[in-house]
């Protein structure tokens, strides 16, 4: 059974370009949700992904944005990428049990560098 | 006032011993709690899950929760140098959104 996967694994850009971060939830689950995690810090809410709309948002800038395939794949982009963006990006799936997603399982994440 | 709240250690443990771990969090309305390990550089990885007051045992770890106290503690027994991690609480507030403490580090020495 496949757990979460994320790619890439690192990735390294400048200020001012745009990123693409991919995740693939865990074997029967529908829900992606997405999560910044800066050093020394605990991980931050993003945003949700359900039925491949965008459910809850978090405390972030309109540059982070989102998609949800039909298969629950889901991408996570950030444009106009700040030194500030440089993080963990942790994307985690979870089941939705119809009172929302509840036990969530996280991916490898994706370390992002700004330069 | 932070959302949740955790002391961030380090906490040193001798090998065998009890670690405790507490947690606090201020929506009265959060429903579900977790704990969730990680180890440097790695992500966090699920340890256990709680809804209801009162403890929950797997293994060497027991969770406890307190609603009207707002405080949710994890044990960890017979502590091991593999036990040697950022251990991070965790509440849903709502619909899956989780919110994080800033994780307590352990250290289990020999």
């Known amino acids: 059974d496949a757990g979460v996967t994320q790619s890439p694994t690192h990735l390294i850009k400048t200020r001012g370009q745009q990123v693409t971060l991919r995740c693939s939830p865990k074997?029967?689950?529908?829900?992606v949700s997405w999560y910044q995690q800066a050093l020394g810090q605990g991980p931050q809410f993003i945003f949700q992904?359900?039925?491949?709309?965008?459910?809850q948002r978090g405390n972030f800038p309109d540059r982070f944005s989102g998609h949800q395939f039909p298969n629950y794949s889901s991408e996570l982009n950030v444009n106009a990428l700040l030194l500030g963006d440089s993080a963990l990006y942790l994307c985690?799936?979870?089941?939705?049990?119809?009172?929302?997603?509840?036990?969530?399982?996280f991916g490898p994440g994706t370390r992002l560098t700004v330069l | 006032q932070k959302e949740v709240e955790q002391n961030s250690g380090p906490l040193s443990v001798p090998e065998g011993a009890i670690a405790s771990l507490n947690c606090t969090y201020s929506?009265?309305?959060?429903?579900?709690f977790f704990w969730y390990r990680q180890y440097s550089g790695k992500s966090p990885e699920l340890i256990m899950s709680i809804y209801s007051n009162g403890d929950k045992e797997d293994g060497r770890f027991t969770a406890h929760l307190n609603k009207a106290s707002q405080y949710v503690s994890l044990l960890i027994r017979d502590s091991q140098p593999s036990d040697s991690a950022t251990y991070l609480c965790a509440v849903n507030r709502s619909w899956g959104k989780l919110q994080f403490g800033a994780g307590t580090q352990v250290v289990v020495t020999p």
């Open positions: 929506d009265r309305g959060s429903q579900s």
């Open positions: 992904y359900y039925e491949e709309e965008e459910r």
């Open positions: 985690a799936s979870s089941l939705d049990s119809g009172a929302g997603a509840d036990t969530q399982y």
């Open positions: 074997s029967g689950h529908d829900t």
